[in-house]
């Protein structure tokens, strides 16, 4: 069945470091990927998305290319914030339903 | 975006009562919902899809006679953990889709409910 595997966490950086998040799926046809973000104490919000091949997502510094001859889908960032720690979940949806199905999820910390 | 509320945000109950929480679709008509149970540090898992006006299709390993879904309108679904016990202490989230979104594929998330049994 589909699955998506992420980087285990936590990962710790300083304010203004580069970050890479690597995360792989497996899946049939051709899915939809999406990279969540779950600050503490709230809920998901989606943070990018991309819906076929070579298209690449992008929201509020972070990007990630759907790659499908690796099968990856890896989020970066170039400078981040400490606003930016949160917990970060790799997802799909498959095309032929529309349930998510996510990857365990990195949290990340970022000091100032 | 489109939002969805869920209710209460956190609740706390004694072993054996039932709970219910509300899952709404605020500004759009949403005809798929999901339920998700989230452990301490883990990741979602799916417990049940939701589609209005039929029944839930659960994922393997769900007890549906544990955890009710009803899915009566367009805008509202409702869990209704029943005889809860302390290991279904859990932060409950639903989802739904936007019909609208149907290219996306993409799911719009409630804020969360964190249960607690004592």
């Known amino acids: 069945g589909d699955s998506v595997t992420q980087m285990e966490g936590p990962v710790t950086l300083s304010e203004e470091a580069f970050l890479t998040i690597n995360c792989t799926y497996t899946?049939?046809?051709?899915?939809?990927l999406f990279w969540y973000v779950q600050y503490p104490g709230e809920g998901l919000q989606l943070l990018l998305k991309a819906t076929k091949a070579d298209d690449k997502g992008s929201n509020k510094g972070f990007e990630a290319t759907y790659r499908k001859e690796t099968t990856s889908f890896h989020l970066e960032k170039g400078s981040v914030q400490v606003s930016d720690s949160a917990v970060y979940f790799c997802a799909l949806t498959s095309n032929s339903g529309y349930a998510l199905n996510f990857g365990k999820g990195t949290s990340l910390l970022v000091t100032p | 975006g489109a939002v969805v509320s869920q209710h209460p945000s956190r609740v706390i109950c004694k072993s054996g009562t039932s709970v219910k929480i509300e899952c709404r679709s605020l500004?759009?008509?949403?005809?798929?919902m999901f339920w998700y149970r989230q452990f301490p540090k883990q990741s979602l898992m799916l417990m049940a899809t939701?589609?209005?006006?039929?029944?839930?299709?659960?994922e393997q390993g769900v007890e549906k006679d544990k955890f009710l879904i009803n899915h009566a309108s367009l805008t509202l679904s409702t869990l209704t953990v029943t005889s809860a016990h302390p290991e279904d202490s859990s932060f409950y989230i639903c989802?739904?889709?936007?019909?609208?979104?149907?290219?996306?594929?993409?799911?719009?998330f409630g804020p969360g409910t964190r249960l607690t049994v004592l």
């Open positions: 500004d759009f008509q949403a005809t798929t």
């Open positions: 899946a049939t046809g051709y899915p939809s």
């Open positions: 939701s589609n209005e006006g039929s029944k839930a299709t659960y």
């Open positions: 989802s739904a889709r936007d019909p609208r979104e149907d290219v996306y594929n993409e799911q719009f």
